[in-house]
């Protein structure tokens, strides 16, 4: 890093301290990483490239996004306007005048307590940022006819991110209007997922419900063209016209339509043929390029789709993985855990890094609820932090055999096993194991120890 007076004046770590305090008794929120990082790199004169190179963030996002807001989270908590130019002056002013005196004296090492499960809210102090991953994410769906598809096991923290993709392209400066409208497919009845003709229907209808249009689809239906016309004309005649700007389109959970083969290949080959449409440009509907989709799925796709008709193999794909050593760390400092290298260590090696797993074992550790001692020990255990997480777990094994000895097979061999492909998909989309080419293991200690005894061998 470059030197600067700054050091003269106060050290960066008191700094971050002052910083810190105030816009915690401002927002009762905590700096976020990437704030710290911006935070460090201008006390060091660098400029905004070189605080994205060493973050692992764009610079266009560092300067144009992370960067404005810091300043004015800082000038709004410090009550006085804060930039790359004075920051030294202020916090360095602000410690003399002792920033903290009015702030409570837990408020700088106490943090508001969230157990987590399911969808981490937009203002959680607790959702950890996969750098690489998010900042695509994020540039991606600014582009015309956008198409970003998350993959992962269940509880990896898709939704969190798809919330936080539309805050993103909410917050961006269009010089339009920007709609955003999250859809799960599980919301579809069992009836609506098995025919085409209802499934498009729902589909239709529930955006426009959620847009707050007028609900045109039972007028506008024509048996004449067929579901996929039908559905494509609505969007171009009744939908895209009316919002006058962006449409970000994020379907959740849309596994639910591969357990369905008879529509699933008419479905994701309109999904495909719209992102092609935006892809023509001025030989299309310009309107398709207005529209952005998301595409939220935990398991591979395993049913047969043509290459050349199929939405998987198109767009920006993302495939989230476990939390590294270095997000596991950082989740522990947010939870204000004084833990060392080694019961870190302790922890992965039990859960494998699993967001999920890892939320709830610093959750119940921060409340002292018990010693991570305590917590390895009972974990695989009816006594343990982990009981209706495994029970959820067991209660699916018990109800679909087949995947329960395909499961029993993993936890019991003592190298990677190949199991037929569909079974081998269905268990890594419940998160139990880890692909490994055509091959699995069981996805971490907590689970292998949990079922070896409690699944009846065939």
């Known amino acids: 890093m470059k030197d600067s007076t700054s050091n003269q004046l106060i050290d960066f770590d008191v700094a971050l301290k002052v910083a810190d305090a105030a816009v915690f008794a401002k927002t009762k929120r905590h ?15 660098q400029r905004y490239d070189e605080i994205a190179a060493e973050s692992g963030y764009t610079p266009e996002y560092i300067k144009h996004d992370v960067g404005p807001k810091l300043w004015q989270i800082l000038s709004s908590s410090l009550g006085e306007k ?25 408020a700088s090492e106490s943090v508001k307590l969230e157990s987590l499960v399911g969808l981490i809210p ?14 695509r994410c994020y540039e991606e769906i600014m582009k015309p006819g956008a198409l970003i598809r998350i993959k992962a096991p269940s509880q990896m923290g898709k939704t969190s991110l798809m919330v936080r993709i539309l805050a993103r392209a909410k917050q961006q400066n269009f010089a339009r209007n920007v709609c955003t409208v999250p859809l799960s497919l599980q919301r579809a009845d069992r009836a609506i997922l098995s025919d085409l003709d209802k499934l498009l229907r729902w589909f239709c209808a529930s955006i426009t419900r959620k847009l707050q249009l007028p609900h045109k689809v039972e007028d506008y239906w024509s048996e004449t063209f067929g579901s996929k016309n039908n559905c494509t004309a609505y969007f171009e005649d009744c939908l895209l016209p009316e919002i006058n700007g962006y449409l970000v389109l994020a379907l959740d959970q849309v596994d639910e339509v591969f357990l ?29 390029q207005n529209l952005r989709l998301v595409i939220v799925h935990s398991t591979e796709v395993y049913i047969p789709l043509d290459i050349n008709k199929s939405p998987f193999n198109v767009g920006l794909a993302i495939e989230l993985q476990a939390f590294t050593s270095e997000q596991v760390g950082d989740l522990a400092q947010r939870y204000r855990l004084n833990l060392s290298q080694t019961e870190l260590s302790q922890l992965i090696q039990l859960v494998a890094g699993h967001p999920y797993l890892v939320q709830q074992a610093f959750y119940h550790l921060a409340q002292q609820d018990l010693t991570l001692d305590q917590l ?49 998909f269905k268990l890594h989309s419940m998160g139990l194991v880890t692909l490994r080419g055509n091959q699995v293991v069981s996805s971490c200690e907590l689970y292998t120890r949990y079922f ?7």
């Open 31 to 45: 700096l976020k990483n990437i704030e710290v990082a911006v935070l460090r790199g201008a006390w060091f004169g």
């Open 260 to 288: 369905h083969p008879e529509v699933a290949d008419d479905f994701f080959t309109l999904l495909r043929s719209w992102y092609e449409e935006a892809a023509y440009g001025d030989s299309g509907n310009p309107l398709w």
């Open 122 to 135: 937009l203002n959680s102090a607790f959702y950890v940022e996969r750098p690489t991953v998010d900042s």
């Open 82 to 106: 804060v930039n790359k130019t004075n920051l030294v002056a202020v916090l360095a002013q602000r410690e003399n005048q002792g920033v903290g005196e009015n702030v409570p004296a837990s």
């Open 452 to 458: 070896r005894d409690r699944i009846p061998s065939p």
């Open 376 to 424: 390895v020990q009972t974990a695989a255990t009816d006594a343990g932090i982990y009981y209706n997480h495994l029970h959820r777990h067991l209660r699916n094994l018990q109800e679909h055999p087949q995947l329960a000895a395909a499961y029993d097979l993993v936890i019991k061999a003592s190298k990677p096993v190949e199991l037929e492909q569909l079974l081998a």
